[in-house]
C-alpha cells in the first residue's frame, strides 16, 4: 500500500472506533486526540485493527508513532508498503 | 424483616423503564399481554443456526451514542435503556437530583459469557493467537458491567452492583432496592433485573443438553408453561427496572405510585443443581406473605415463574397448591408463555406487566394453555384469556433459580392508609 491508501485505512479503523465522529475535516498534523474523543482504549483499538488486519504487532514504545495521521502514515508506510490495498 | 414502623420505611415504586420481546415500555408490554402477543421468534446463533428466542427491538441510540454501545455490552444497553426509561416515566427533574444518593441495583442470571464467547470466536479466526483477544474484555465482562454502564451514562456516583441470582434475579434487585432505601444509604433506587443471555450460544446448547429447550413450528406456540404438550424453555432477553423511593419522596413530588413493596423473601433449596424444590418455594412464599403480614387469601394475582420445563412447572404447582389451596379468589398467570424466559430479567418484567392490574382491575392471562396437564391443573389459572375481577390489590411474583435460589415479591396497590 502506498501512504495515501494506508491513510484510507487508518481512517476507516478510526470511523469504527468513533462511529460519532465527522472525520471529514480530520487534520492531518494535529494530534487525534486533539480533534476527537479518543482515550487510551480507544488508542489501543486502533493497535489492535492493524495488529488484526495486517498482522502487525507494534511494540508500545512505538505508540508515540500513532499520535497525529501523518506520523501514524509516516509509521505504517516501511511496515505495509508489500501488502496488497485492500480496496 | 420487620413491619416496616414509619412512612419512611415504606417503599413504593414511582417509575417503569422495560423492554420486552412485545413491548419497549410498560404501556406496549401491557397491551401485549392483554392481546396475547408473543414475542417470541426464530433466531440464528452461532454453531447452532436457527433457535427460538425472544428478542427486543428497543433503540440502543436513544439514550446512548454510537460508540458507547460498542465499547459496552448488550446488557449494559439494556440496562442503560431501562434505567433512563424509568427514570422520565417517574417524573424526576433528573439535573437536580443528587445523583451520590442514587444507587443501582440490577439482578442477572449470568453476565460475561456473550463477551467471552465472542472473543473466543475471534482468536479462532487468528489461530487462536491471544495478542488479538480484545483490550475490552475485562470492562465489559466483569460482573458489575451491567449496572456500571448506568451510573456511567447517567452520573450517578452512588453506588451499583449487579447480582447474580439466577433466575430469582429480578425479584432480587428490587429487593436490594428496598434494603438500601430502609437502611439509608440511598435515597432513589433503580433496581430490577437484565438480560442478555440470547446472544451467547452456550445457554441455548446446555439447555439443549439438558433436554430442556423448547421446540415448536410455531414460535408463538412454543413457550407453554402448564400445558401438558410443553417442551421447555424459550430464552428471551430483556430488562426491567423501577424508580424505587421512601413514600414521603414519592408524596412529596406528587410522583405516580405504581405500587408498594409489601413484602419478601428469598431462601435456598439446599437440595440440587438445577431441579426445584416445591417445600422451599412454598417456605418461601409464606415468609414473603408474615413479612407482608398478609394471609394468601389476600393475594389477587400470581405471576409465576414455571419455565415449561417438565419438573419445574410441577414443582412449583405443588408450592402454589400448598399455600394457596383451594383459594378461589387468586388469578394465577404466567408471563413466560408470552415472551419466553428473559433470564436475570424475567422476575422484574413479570411483576411489572402485572401493576396495571391494580388501576384497570384485569389479570393477564397464560397463553398456550391447550390442555393442562394434570399435576399442574391448579384451578386459579387464568388460561388463555385474561379474566376482568374488578379490583386487584395484592400480586405475589415468584422468581426461582438454579442452585436452589428462590425469591418472593409481594407489592399492593398504593394507599395512604
Known amino acids: 500500500m502506498n501512504p495515501e491508501e494506508i491513510r484510507q485505512v487508518v481512517l476507516e479503523i ?9 472525520l471529514s475535516e480530520l ?9 476527537m474523543e479518543l482515550d487510551s482504549m480507544d488508542f489501543l483499538d486502533i493497535v489492535m485493527e492493524l495488529r488484526k488486519m495486517y498482522r502487525v504487532q507494534i511494540p508500545e514504545e512505538d505508540y508515540e ?18 501488502v496488497t490495498s485492500p480496496a | 424483616m420487620q413491619r416496616p414502623r414509619n412512612d419512611d420505611e415504606r417503599i413504593v415504586i414511582t417509575g417503569i423503564g422495560l423492554t420486552a420481546p412485545n413491548g419497549n415500555s410498560l404501556d406496549e408490554f401491557r397491551a401485549s399481554l392483554l392481546a396475547g402477543r408473543s414475542g417470541v421468534v426464530r433466531h440464528d446463533i452461532r454453531y447452532m443456526g436457527k433457535v427460538l428466542a425472544g428478542i427486543c427491538d428497543f433503540d440502543e441510540l436513544r439514550h446512548q451514542k454510537r460508540k458507547e454501545v460498542r465499547r459496552g455490552t448488550r446488557a449494559g444497553s439494556i440496562s442503560i435503556y431501562c434505567a433512563n426509561e424509568a427514570i422520565k416515566n417517574s417524573g424526576l427533574d433528573w439535573e437536580t437530583v443528587q445523583k451520590d444518593r442514587v444507587g443501582v441495583y440490577i439482578g442477572v442470571t449470568e453476565h460475561g459469557n456473550v463477551e467471552t464467547e465472542n472473543e473466543i470466536y475471534e482468536i479462532s479466526q487468528f489461530e487462536y493467537d491471544t495478542s488479538v483477544w480484545s483490550h475490552h474484555h475485562n470492562p465489559r465482562t466483569v460482573a458489575n458491567n451491567p449496572a456500571g454502564e448506568v451510573t456511567l451514562n447517567l452520573g450517578i456516583t452512588g453506588p451499583h452492583l449487579t447480582m447474580g441470582a439466577a433466575c430469582a434475579a429480578g425479584n432480587a ?4 432496592g428496598v434494603q438500601m432505601l430502609r437502611l439509608g444509604d440511598v435515597d432513589l433506587a433503580i433496581a430490577g433485573g437484565v438480560s442478555e443471555s440470547i446472544h451467547t450460544f452456550g445457554i441455548f446448547a446446555s439447555f439443549q443438553s439438558q433436554g430442556a429447550l423448547a421446540q415448536h413450528e410455531d414460535p408463538a406456540k412454543a413457550s407453554r408453561p402448564f400445558d401438558v404438550d410443553r417442551n421447555g424453555i424459550v430464552v428471551a432477553e430483556g430488562g426491567g427496572l423501577c424508580v424505587l423511593e421512601r413514600l414521603p419522596s414519592a408524596l412529596a413530588r406528587g410522583a405516580k405510585i405504581y405500587g408498594e413493596i409489601a413484602g419478601y423473601a428469598m431462601n435456598s433449596d439446599a437440595s440440587d443443581f438445577v431441579l426445584p424444590n416445591a417445600k422451599r418455594q412454598a417456605e418461601c412464599m409464606r415468609l414473603a406473605l408474615s413479612r407482608a403480614e398478609m394471609e394468601s387469601s389476600d393475594v389477587d394475582i400470581v405471576s409465576s415463574h414455571a419455565t415449561a420445563t417438565h419438573q419445574g412447572d410441577i414443582e412449583e404447582t405443588r408450592a402454589l397448591r400448598e399455600v394457596f389451596g383451594d383459594t378461589s379468589k387468586v388469578g394465577i398467570n404466567n408471563t413466560k408463555s408470552f415472551i419466553g424466559h428473559a433470564m436475570g430479567a424475567a422476575g422484574a418484567l413479570e411483576l411489572l406487566g402485572n401493576l396495571p392490574s391494580f388501576d384497570d382491575g384485569i389479570v393477564h392471562a397464560t397463553i398456550n394453555l391447550d390442555r393442562v396437564d394434570p399435576e399442574c391443573g391448579l384451578e386459579q389459572i387464568v388460561a388463555n384469556e385474561p379474566r376482568d375481577v374488578g379490583d386487584v390489590g395484592c400480586i405475589l411474583n415468584n422468581s426461582f433459580g438454579m442452585l436452589g435460589i428462590n425469591s418472593v415479591v409481594i407489592v399492593k396497590k398504593f394507599s395512604l392508609e
Open chain 1, 14 to 22: 478510526l470511523a469504527r472506533i468513533a462511529p460519532d465522529e465527522d
Open chain 1, 27 to 35: 487534520n492531518d498534523d494535529v494530534p487525534f486526540r486533539e480533534q
Open chain 1, 65 to 82: 508513532n500513532l499520535v497525529t495521521m501523518d506520523r501514524t502514515v509516516g509509521y505504517l508506510t516501511p511496515m505495509l508498503k508489500d
Open chain 2, 173 to 176: 434487585g428490587f429487593i436490594q
